[in-house]
């Protein structure tokens, strides 16, 4: 069966430090991916997609990440974070272009410490 | 703000009563979802609409729960006979182009 895998539950990091979450999913062809940001009482908002093209994908706030179809993983990263990245990221997949439903990962919560 | 609004945010039920939840997707979005979010897990899959078509639904939903979409417009979930279990957050998000626009979520916590 499909499934998304974030690792991480909780990562803590210093403000200005480096950030990289990771996500590695299961399935038969390329699917198509995507990280939300998920701030508390706030609804999840999209941070950026891969369909296809270049594997390393630009999105909002600074964000991105790299699609590796070796290791089925498209792991998030950002070179200096801010105390407002506070959140919880989920990665999640759809399983092809003409579907909307998504397969989320159990999320990975983001602490940052000034 | 997304543009998708759901009502009411917060739900505290006794067990055993009826609960409707309501989305309002983004008006020209023609498909809307609706997912349940437990703590600690990313939202899971209940149900999809394409205008007023329900297209598919999740085994998570149980014969108490049901979802329309009169006229392709707003959205209705209702959970009859809540059980402790059905205690969650519980997203609607409308779609275009492919991006979900998620609404900011109805917490049901059921006493």
């Known amino acids: 069966a499909q499934s998304v895998t974030q690792p991480d539950i909780h990562i803590t990091v210093s403000e200005g430090a480096s950030l990289e979450l990771r996500c590695n999913y299961s399935?038969?062809?390329?699917?198509?991916l995507f990280w939300y940001v998920q701030s508390p009482g706030q609804g999840l908002q999209l941070l950026l997609k891969?369909?296809?093209?270049?594997?390393l994908v630009q999105g909002i706030k600074g964000f991105e990440a790299e699609f590796k179809r070796s290791q089925s993983s498209f792991n998030l990263r950002k070179p200096s974070v801010h105390w407002s990245d506070a959140a919880e990221y989920f990665c999640?997949?759809?399983?092809?272009?003409?579907?909307?439903?998504?397969?989320f990962g159990t999320g990975t919560r983001l602490q940052v410490f000034p | 703000d997304t543009g998708v609004s759901q009502d009411p945010r917060h739900k505290i039920t006794k067990r055993g009563q009826n609960v409707t939840f309501r989305c309002d997707p983004i008006s020209e979005h023609n498909r809307l979802y609706w997912y349940r979010q437990t703590l600690g897990q990313g939202p899971e899959f209940l149900t999809y609409f394409q205008n007023e078509a329900q297209l598919e639904k999740s085994r998570l939903l149980s014969d108490r729960f049901s979802a329309e979409r009169p006229k392709g417009s707003f959205s209705t979930l209702e959970i009859q006979r809540t059980e402790q279990g059905d205690s969650a957050m519980y997203l609607c998000?409308?779609?275009?182009?492919?991006?979900?626009?998620f609404g900011q979520g109805t917490r049901l916590t059921v006493v």
């Open positions: 998000a409308s779609i275009k182009n492919t991006e979900a626009f």
């Open positions: 399935y038969g062809a390329t699917p198509y």
């Open positions: 891969y369909f296809s093209g270049d594997t």
């Open positions: 999640a997949v759809a399983l092809s272009y003409n579907t909307d439903k998504l397969i």
